[in-house]
């Protein structure tokens, strides 16, 4: 049976429910959001003369919520207007409502005696077919259905979202006792296709997988720390990016989590899994049941693991537990990786480490590896799905699976051995059949070992993705340091990015042009698209900040033309090419997007021409594409200043959109040309498709474009204007009129003396031109090197 969700009804308005409204409201879903009457006037209501049946009280509760959910940073949502998807009401008198809806998530507190009593009441209007699901984080999901009638059980299940829901890809799907097959069948691929989650079933044990592995894994820390003595800032250095985990790492995530939501995980493990052979790690040390005892929860109590002071972060010292400055962490073992980019080919090396750091890889990772290990077939019977869970909801580049066969199998249970550890006899059975890793790569596609088999199956559901670690070799065409060439089969090929955090120097210039020349030599078409955290920031500043220092004018001139040149070439190529941006996608990267045929957007795509910060204006046709598009924007009647304006202002004022949908709004996406893909995983597959689909109805070369129009003296006359008062307002600085008007210089088209028509190699030349000179001024390259020193733009 076809089914469709068009309407979705979402019991319970807390942050996660508000978060769980937002998403579904995300992609385009009704949304019926619902919480209980407040059972007492505020103040303020009072003294309006307000009574509990006034409307506004007895939705109060589900609006503030929700008000505070869209104003939160970062959004839940991708656009503030898909608000207007999400209808409020209260369970006394909307309850009735839900009939019309399609599916009914309920997300109310963690109790089972009141998660019970909501589905009493959802029954009695629920329409009979209605999925029916629990966000519960770890209530047995046999004991919520309990009394129900035969159709509320078949369609009833637990969906457990991570929060917060638009950012966390994990999103479990547990069976009750009488769950339909075709129900979890079609949650899966919802999850996955709709919702642009990493969908995993998990068995109906305590906490599901995400939780279960995870806090083991916070758990089991927390005891480290202090038997090795270690601070909590060290563990933060040697748990965040170095090992491809989040920033936040280890405290400062428990402190933006909250303490009390991870107690009481770790409390509900330490209660119902009294066989686990871990059962003791889930016991609360100590420092933590006196943080719980001084309210010392994190932000929301504005104090944790850190404390901010002022502009001071201090940290908690576990021994007195008292704040003091922020030690900086340092270890021998980190400087060894410094030269190693991805985070799967450091675990080698750290483990080997001869000081703190190496004994603390040591221990934790044979601690993780033996209980990962023993939780299958317990929690899963595919070892893969708690790799998934670890990647999609705790911001891990790595399972723990993964990690174990970079390391070595054998290695891992080594290194356990050491910590009077084993692994699960069925890990020693894989290495005596002749398995020496879990996964394989075979024929382009994922392999795990299966416990069912004894040996290498196919991962399921990979037809739908290209992955793209998967072909790099076997299917590669081309290569240099910076760049590779792959075929995607039916003729598409894909370039892929690998210079430092993708930014555009010489070496990926080389590969646009390289992968546009075989293309149209012998393929059909081209997608620039890779799977690293960010599509691209950017021009290498590295380089324009040197050639500038040594005044090699020239040099940078060249260097600029060059780039400007290749997104002309990217534009006007014989094939047609889809970008697929996702992740940071800032200048550069935004005007290699503005010039591709298409963009196949991932929905987490933050993207804007950022090149103000640095003291410049976009250069690689970035200011004349803007120009470009609001002269195609130009309407009869229009008064074409203030169309110009909005497009100006967006480079000015170096906007980032922090959605794809937001990348509409300030125009570096356009309706009609580019589309967003909820789900990244599917992002290089979509653009293959739209690649093949563009050369099969018949691409045609594009013919360069001679009919821009430009405003001349008369925009130019506004925006100085408009930059004066500005400063005069002390709203910029000096450098800041400077650089603006370089722009408006670009965008007006000149000091014309009316509008005129012009190419787009004219608005090219100007553009170029500015840059050039904003590239001799000395508060220029403050910026350039501040932002390359610091990470950050300095206003000066």
């Not at 309407?7 to 429910?17: C, D, E, N, R, T």
């Not at 046709?621 to 009869?636: H, P």
Request: net charge neutral; hydrophobic share 40%; charged share 25%.
């Amino acid at each position: 049976m076809k089914r469709l969700i068009k309407k979705v009804a979402v019991v319970g308005s807390g942050i996660m429910g508000s978060g769980i409204a937002c998403h579904f409201a995300n992609i385009g879903v009704e949304v019926l959001l619902l919480d209980i009457v407040p059972r007492e006037l505020t103040e303020t209501e009072q003294k309006k003369g307000l009574t509990l049946e006034n409307k506004a009280v007895r939705n109060r509760l589900v609006n503030d919520h929700l008000a505070n959910a869209l104003k939160s940073n970062p959004s839940p949502i991708y656009d503030q207007k898909f608000a207007g998807r999400i209808t409020t009401g209260n369970t006394t008198d909307d309850l009735e409502k839900i009939k019309d809806c399609d599916w009914i998530i309920e997300v109310v507190v963690e109790r089972l005696d009141i998660k019970k009593s909501v589905f009493e009441q959802i029954e009695k209007y629920r329409k009979p077919g209605t999925l029916i699901t629990s966000n519960t984080s770890g209530i047995p999901i046999k004991f919520m259905s309990e009394g129900r009638s035969e159709d509320f059980q078949k369609h009833f299940c637990g969906t457990h979202f991570f929060n917060p829901a638009r950012y966390l890809k994990l999103f479990e799907i547990i069976p009750g006792p009488q769950t339909a097959t075709e129900v979890l069948d079609f949650l899966n691929e919802y999850g996955e296709k709709f919702l642009g989650k990493t969908s995993v079933v998990a068995k109906d044990t305590p906490a599901f997988i995400g939780n279960r592995i995870g806090i083991f894994g916070i758990q089991s820390l927390f005891h480290l720390v202090k038997g090795m003595g270690l601070t909590i800032e060290e563990v933060d250095k040697l748990t965040g990016p170095v090992i491809g985990r989040p920033k936040s790492a280890t405290f400062r995530t428990v402190d933006v989590v909250g303490l009390d939501t991870l107690v009481h995980v770790a409390n509900g493990i330490y209660e119902n899994c009294p066989t686990d052979e871990a059962h003791e790690l889930f016991k609360l040390p100590d420092f933590i049941s006196k943080m719980i005892e001084n309210n010392w929860l994190g932000s929301k109590t504005g104090q944790g693991f850190y404390k901010k002071v002022d502009k001071d972060i201090l940290s908690l010292d576990l021994d007195t537990l008292e704040y003091r400055t922020a030690k900086k962490a340092s270890f021998a073992t980190l400087e060894m990786t410094k030269t190693i980019d991805k985070p799967i080919d450091r675990f080698k090396v750290l483990v080997k480490g001869t000081d703190k750091a190496g004994e603390f890889y040591r221990k934790s990772f044979s601690a993780m590896f033996a209980y990962v290990s023993n939780r299958v077939p317990e929690i899963t019977d595919d070892f893969y799905k708690i790799d998934d869970a670890m990647k999609a909801g705790f911001g891990w580049e790595n399972g723990p699976f993964e990690i174990w066969d970079a390391i070595g199998v054998e290695k891992g249970i080594e290194l356990m051995t050491a910590e009077g550890l084993a692994p699960a006899a069925w890990v020693t059975e894989m290495l005596a059949s002749g398995n020496k890793s879990f996964y394989t790569v075979k024929e382009g596609a994922t392999h795990y070992y299966t416990l069912a088999s004894k040996s290498q199956v196919k991962v399921p559901g990979q037809d739908a993705f290209i992955i793209l670690n998967n072909i790099r070799e076997s299917k590669k065409v081309w290569s240099n340091s910076e760049a590779v060439v792959h075929d995607l089969g039916d003729g598409i090929l894909n370039l892929e990015f690998q210079s430092k955090m993708n930014s555009i120097g010489g070496g990926v210039i080389q590969g646009i042009n390289k992968a546009i020349e075989l293309a149209e030599k012998d393929f059909q078409g081209l997608v620039i698209g890779n799977q690293a955290a960010n599509f691209s920031v950017g021009a290498n500043l590295a380089m324009i900040f040197m050639m500038a220092v040594e005044q090699e004018y020239d040099e940078l001139n060249m260097a600029i033309k060059m780039f400007q040149d290749t997104m002309m070439r990217l534009r006007y190529s014989g094939i047609p090419v889809i970008a697929a941006p996702h992740g940071m996608t800032l200048g550069g990267g935004c005007e290699l997007t503005m010039h591709a045929d298409k963009a196949v957007a991932a929905a987490e795509t933050y993207i804007g021409l950022v090149e103000f910060g640095v003291g410049v204006i976009p250069g690689g046709g970035g200011s004349k594409e803007m120009a470009l598009r609001a002269s195609d924007t130009f309407r009869k009647n229009d008064v074409e200043l203030n169309v110009l304006q909005e497009y100006f202002l967006t480079v000015g004022m170096a906007k980032v959109a922090t959605s794809a949908y937001e990348g509409f709004n300030i125009g570096v996406l356009q309706k009609g040309r580019d589309i967003v893909v909820v789900n990244k995983d599917r992002q290089i597959a979509e653009a293959k498709k739209h690649a093949l689909l563009m050369a099969e109805a018949g691409y045609t070369q594009p013919v360069k474009r001679n009919d821009i129009k430009v405003l001349g003296k008369q925009a130019l006359g506004m925006f100085l204007v408009g930059t004066d008062q500005m400063k005069a307002g002390q709203y910029i600085s000096e450098h800041d009129r400077k650089i603006a008007n370089k722009l408006a210089y670009v965008m007006a088209g000149g000091d014309l003396s009316e509008p005129t028509l012009v190419s787009e190699q004219y608005l090219l030349d100007l553009e170029r031109e500015a840059f050039l000179s904003l590239c001799t001024e000395r508060k220029t390259l403050e910026r350039i090197q501040f932002m390359l020193t610091k990470g950050k733009p300095l206003r000066n």
